[in-house]
């Protein structure tokens, strides 16, 4: 048997868990990642897009920056969006948000996940964070001011405190006997790199119709990431189609929102959900990103809410241990989890009230929110407080 000593040991290489990582290492605590998979490496800009992006707030991309990894990031391979524009099918209703307008130079970035991986887990190695991979804990037992974790074969890891940071399925949430809210979609979300007939303009498109949005996110090689939400029936048949007819229909769900689609690369999809755990801590155990709460993606901000718990998170545990108090001790954690859940439950249920609005088609409805999206448009104070939260900053 043997056993390592770390003061937190983090489960998931995804963009949260790593970005906590960094935090933590930064703040001089020794951090210990564990994965089933490696982390991805960045090969340069000449390779094919990876299928997953993100749209990233001006918030995410601030912490990354402060962290030293945005500038890497954006010499790699990264696009801006000045501006967002969003019409109903149904009802004709459109609203443009455009940064300048709040005198801002774009909104955000469209970025590969596996880019931001990449250039945190090299900012990690360099930090002095410990890779475990392939690594899992298979479960824990608690001592006065530690817990023993179990990663199989013998091996023992010593922590303070067990961030679980492995996505929507998270085993760290199941053997902490954290119990969940979920509701599936019955949709999946289709993604891919298109070329479209007009350029972009570095503009976010988003066109809703009855069956779920599709959103036209820019490319910094002038093509276009696609996510196409639908009923999960309609995006299996969507999934077999060849490219042509793929393109086909996926013109007529863009509408003129691109100037037609002329070409796909590699299709994917994912089911969607959503998903929110009742408690984000256990004794000595935290849940942060996908773990803690997964929301539907029309608006581009599952990963930018993890982003922040995992700021909260690194900033209580600092702040402990810098005050001499247990890093992993309960008073830090319910003050985490007091700070992160009102603001995700708020985020959620505006996700979910949009989807409800968008999916029904009763006519009063859709004459509703086609109103609601010309008012929108026309009233300046209200289009600001909108492009403050898609930029994730504060209202007012
Ligand atoms: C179609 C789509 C589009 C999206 N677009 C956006 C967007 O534009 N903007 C945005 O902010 N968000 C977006 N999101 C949400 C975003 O992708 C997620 O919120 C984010 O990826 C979650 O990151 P995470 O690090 O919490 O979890 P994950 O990315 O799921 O990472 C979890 C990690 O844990 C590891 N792991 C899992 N189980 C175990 C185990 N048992 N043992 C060891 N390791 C394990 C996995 O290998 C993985 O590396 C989108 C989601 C979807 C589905």
Known sequence: MSRQRTDVAIQGAGMVGLFAALRLARAGLSVSVLDAERPPVWRGRGGEYRQRV????????????????????????VSPFRAITAEDAAGGGRVHFDAAEVGEPHLGHIVENDLVRAMLARACREAGVHFSVPGAVQGWAEEESALILDLGEGRQLQTGLLVGADGAGS???EQAGIAVDHRGYGQRAIVAAVETGEPHGETARQRFLAGGPVAFLPLADGRCSIVWSLPESEAEAILRLEDAAFVEVLNEAAGSLVGGVTGSGPRGAFPLHRLHARRYIAERV????????VIHPLAGQGANLGFRDAETLAAEVAAARERGRDPGGTAVLRRFERARRGDNLAVQAAMEAFHQAFTRGEAPLVALRSLGFNLTDRLPPLKHAFMRLAMGRALG
Request: aromatic residues 2%.
């Open 54 to 77: 993100s749209a990233l707030n001006r918030h995410t991309e601030a912490l990354l920056d402060a962290d030293g990894v945005w500038a890497a990031m954006a010499a790699a391979r």
């Open 171 to 173: 085993a760290i949430r």
């Open 286 to 293: 935290a849940l942060v990103g996908d773990a803690a709460h």
